[in-house]
Each structure stands twice: as structure tokens, then as C-alpha cells.
């Protein structure tokens, strides 16, 4: 069961993790993408299995299409399947995207926001979920052109997707952020507003490169800025519950102890917004 603040685990990794003190951290899970990890052997997957005994594990794929038109991965989703039992790994999610085109293109592209799309991604979601055998939740993702076909806002395209499938919502709040200062379409606040936040089960924070004014990169490279900082903590409040959150970090690394305290600073608005809720209660 995933619950406070995370750190995206990476193989240089190992030995922080190993050396955390759990009852101080406020690092209190871990996230891995399985494509890394499913034929990963020796040193580094035995240091992987030793901190797969001290850290719950969300499961992040990076690999499904699930908006594409080439077939499902149905070898490689039971290939997954199994690696979630084998950790006892309950929950799993992915990008409302999708990244194949008669194979696989390495970037994550947008969808259009039409309502055949939403049938169409939704039925993929619904075959994933029948084959994991457990509910599944789609991420947000950023995107840096705005499709002229749109039927709908994207946080109209993500409820729509979500209520088609029956699944959950991985919310990232990063991404709500840089589309809304790329596009200028919907605003951060209003994209919170507009989502149905009841089927939030998970949040990513994370930084990016400013580009220019009017142009932002989500790379995952640089530290949470302030403004994102400040849509996560309205976020919280406007959620029904506590939502496990983790900070992604895929390049550029600081010392530990700096995403330590990114963690921690999660953690704290997390902690402060339950303190409003039962004063308020």
C-alpha cells in the first residue's frame, strides 16, 4: 500500500536507498518502470531486491500505446503481470499517450481530444486491465502542440477516458503546469477544477527547463519550481483524500540528500493539508 511521499528509484541509486533510515525519511516508496527491470540481472538487480524488501513499489510503464493503433503488448503485459505478483506490486499505472507507430518511437505523443478517441483508448485501458487483473491509472502527459481536430479540453479528454475505461487517474501536476503556460488553453487552477479529482489515486511532482517566456520542457531535470509547488498545494486541498505522490527526477541528479528534501518538502504540504482537513472536520 503506497501511501505519503516517494522517490523515483534509479540503479546509481541503490546504495542511498539501501542506507535510508526508514523511521526518519520522509522517502516512504519507491516507483520503477518494469520495461527496466523485467530482464535485469546481477549486481544491480540484486541491490534492486534488497531495496524492494525496505520500499513498497509503484509501477510506472513507459511502453503501452495505450492511445496507439498497433496491437497491445499482450506478452509483454502478462511478462508484467507476473513481475507485479512477484513484488507484490498493487499499483500500476501509464501515460494517456501513445508511442508506436508500426514500433516503438521513444517519445510520448499526444492524443487527439475527440470522442473516438476516447473509445478507442478506453477499450486498450479496459483489455490491459482485464489482463493485469487489477485497475489500472492513466497519467496526464505533456505535449507541445495542440491538436486542431480537439472535440474537448484535455481535462475533458481525460475524464472522458477515465469514466469510458472505469479507471483511475495518475495526475501529474507538473504537466497540468507546463501545458497550460505552452498552450494558454486552460489554466492550471481551472485544469484542477475541471478533473474528476475523485479518481486520483496517485501525483507526480517534478521540475523542467524553461525554454523561453512562453515555452517549457518537462525533463524531469531541474528542481520542483515554485509555481508547481504552489498547484500541488491546491491540489491537496481540493482532493477528497491523501494521494501517494512521488518526485520524478530523470536527469541532471543532485546529492541525495537534495531530492531528500524535495521528498520531504511533499510530504510536509501533505501532512499540513490533513491537519486542515480534521481542524475543519
Not at 541509486?13 to 540481472?41: K, V, Y
Not at 521513444?106 to 482485464?130: G, K, N
Request: glycine fraction near 4%; include cysteine.
Amino acid at each position: 500500500m503506497l501511501n505519503g511521499a516517494g522517490l523515483g528509484y534509479k540503479r546509481s541509486m541503490a546504495d542511498d536507498f539501501l542506507h535510508l533510515d526508514r523511521q526518519t525519511s520522509p522517502i516512504q516508496f519507491i516507483e520503477i518502470a518494469p520495461e527496466n527491470w523485467l530482464r535485469m540481472g546481477g549486481a544491480a538487480r540484486k541491490k534492486f531486491d534488497s531495496v524492494a524488501e525496505r520500499f513498497p513499489i509503484a509501477c510506472h510503464g513507459l511502453s503501452l500505446s495505450l492511445g496507439g493503433q498497433d496491437p497491445l503488448q499482450v506478452d509483454f503485459l502478462k511478462q508484467v503481470k507476473t513481475f507485479l505478483k512477484q513484488y507484490k506490486i498493487d499499483f500500476f499505472s501509464e501515460h494517456l499517450s501513445y508511442c508506436s507507430d508500426h514500433g516503438h518511437v521513444y517519445d510520448l505523443l499526444p492524443l487527439p481530444f475527440t470522442w473516438e478517441s476516447v473509445r478507442h483508448t478506453a477499450a486498450r485501458i479496459r483489455m490491459v486491465q482485464d489482463i493485469l487483473e487489477q485497475r489500472i491509472a492513466v497519467e496526464n502527459t505533456s505535449y507541445y502542440a495542440h491538436n486542431p481536430i480537439a472535440e474537448m479540453n484535455e481535462a475533458e479528454f481525460l475524464n472522458a477516458v477515465v469514466h469510458e475505461a472505469d479507471c483511475d487517474i495518475h495526475l501529474d501536476v507538473n504537466n497540468i503546469y507546463v501545458n497550460a503556460i505552452n498552450h494558454g488553453i486552460v489554466a492550471s487552477k481551472d485544469y484542477v477544477r475541471g478533473v474528476d479529482l475523485a479518481r486520483v489515486t496517485y501525483m507526480h511532482m517534478a521540475g523542467h527547463d524553461e525554454e523561453a517566456e512562453d515555452l517549457l520542457i518537462d525533463t524531469h531535470g531541474q528542481p520542483v519550481c515554485e509555481d508547481v509547488w504552489d498547484l500541488f498545494a491546491y491540489t491537496c486541498r481540493r482532493l477528497p483524500h491523501s494521494v501517494p505522490t512521488l518526485l520524478e527526477r530523470d536527469s541532471n541528479f543532485p546529492p541525495f540528500a537534495e531530492l531528500e528534501a524535495e521528498v520531504g518538502r511533499i510530504a510536509a504540504i501533505q501532512q499540513q493539508v490533513e491537519k486542515e482537513r480534521h481542524a475543519a472536520a
